[in-house]
């Protein structure tokens, strides 16, 4: 993977900014530790650090091709996982190519198809086209959003960069914040409304849409989206399918001229994928599959179950590593290590976070790095086949709120009566769900528990995974490792996405479908575990720490956050038994000590990045 940043501006000599980009090139190192590179040809300047993955020793970005007098250039993040195909058919259409990377791959692809190349590929990725035939930038995303994009359009330019902090070096881009903006931090955060950046001037390009800026200014077109069709398979022929489709999304993406390890919680869907990548190596003759866990000092002294969070998962990580053959790794961070972190996951994301559930992934990614640059992993199964609770309690599914955050009145009552009044987190709230509800691509016909099924699942792939997706994407490019997300691949998702409930629970279990796909492949006692979610730290001393660090941040009167919150009921929280509570306020892991460390993680962002609120 890599970072890429740019900027168009028609009216100006850009030859005299080379430093300018080169400061917000910079600023995505993590993100490509190998390789630098500019190029800039008025009107137009490219920025990109890579990371390499895919022919290492070619395939420098920004990559240029010319056709007669026509100057192409691109700038790209991601794996393009049906490269090879289109390697043969291009060739096949008279074109040559120099490098074996998916990066001039992609360039020719434009350069044959135009625009609809996009319509073809089969991968992750976020990328920038300078077409010098139409005098225009092309840019798109993949379909579930898994590479980043933000853009910034202002009277004089347009600037785009895979992190809003690239963004944010450019002058005509400030650290400025709406009552939207701050709408989303405190009601919808640490999830974001998809297309919205939260800083007034920076924008989202939405997973499946393409952008293409020219003189005339800019034009969203979107190319893919969710499909709503009847399902004709039975279980049996379903099962197949499902087992089919991520058999080959898996093999595809275990492609690289680097190592590639897979992560292993011991949970179904860790576990499917490290499977299918120990049978495909043995097959291939390439050895010995890395896996690697993540756990805290003391865990297993404090863990206590609870309806969330129902068991341990060192054991069946030791019982998957046994029946697997694998070389495993455990990593194990300890609270300080954690609480320290959660300041750098900040300056990673530019924005609050998932507290604990970013920083403990930041520091795994960085100890995996340390033997591997490219991982596989399980994220996005739940959304996909149903398997978080919310799909499965009535008092979730009918909530009439997004069911991951389920506590918005505590959440508005963190705030002042100023704040409150001018936000409107309530509503705002309220806005986003029905915005979300009404974009559902109904069935004809459906009704009843079928139709809220689809609504729920069209919720959770389109609001809830990317927060995930954004979390996995700037925790592991924060330390130059590629995390790759097969149960992502588009094809199996749309499949997926219209499957009758009844047969996406086959045998009374969430992810039934998956379970009985994945039937042989792993072991019964595996194969049928209760969900368990991303391990969090369940030492008091983390709960101890991050209420006295938000203490800490109320007793101080410069803190940027007083003007914003109720310091009182904070207080009161931290003084009585919500601040232990095991009751999620946002997500399955947020709880009571996660909401000061998120407190905490916005002042932090606030004094840190300078934030201006008007």
Known sequence: MCGITGFIQWNTDLTRQSNLLLQMTNTLVSRGPDASGTWISNPCAFGHRRLSVMDPENGAQPMIRKREDTTYTIVYNGEIYNAPELKLELQQRGHSFTTQCDTEVLLVAYMEWGPDCVDRLNGIFAFAIWDGKEEQVFMARDRLGVKPFFYSETKDAFIFGSEPKALLQHPDVEAVVHADGLAEIFIIGPARTPGHGVYASIKELRPGQTLTYDRNGSRIRTYWKLESAAHEDNVEDTAAKVKELLQDTVERQLASDVPVCSLLSGGLDSSALSSLAVRYYNR?????????????????????????????????????????????????????????????????????????????????????????????????????????????????????????????????????????????????????????VGEVPRLQGETGKAAQMRVMSYLNITRFMPTLLDRKDRMSMGVGLEVRVPYCDHRLVQYVWNIPWEIKVTGNREKGILRKALEGVLPDDVLYRKKSPYPKTHNPAYLHEVRKQALDMLDDPSSPILPLIDAARIREIAASPEASSNLPWFGQLMSGPQLFAYLTQVNYWLRTYKVAIR
Request: charged share 25%; glycine share 6%.
């Open 284 to 436: 291939t003759g390439q050895g010995q599959i890395h896996t690697y866990s993540v756990d805290y000092v003391d865990n297993d002294k404090h863990f206590k179950a609870h309806s969330f969070q129902p068991g341990a998962d060192a054991p069946w990580i030791q019982r998957m590593v046994e029946d697997l053959n694998t070389q495993h790794h455990w990593i194990e961070f300890d609270t300080p290590e954690v609480v320290e972190a959660l300041e750098y996951s900040t300056r990673t994301r530019d924005l609050p976070g998932m507290a604990d559930v970013d920083s403990s992934l930041y520091l795994f990614c960085r100890e995996i790095k340390k033997g591997a640059t490219v991982a596989i992993s399980g994220e996005a199964a739940d959304e996909v086949f149903g398997g978080y609770p919310w799909f499965h309690r009535e008092e979730m599914l009918n909530a009439g709120t997004f069911p991951w955050a389920v506590a918005p009145e505590l959440r508005a009552n963190l705030l002042s009566p100023e704040i409150r009044a001018w936000i409107k987190p309530l509503e705002y709230l309220q806005d986003r769900y029905s915005e979300a």
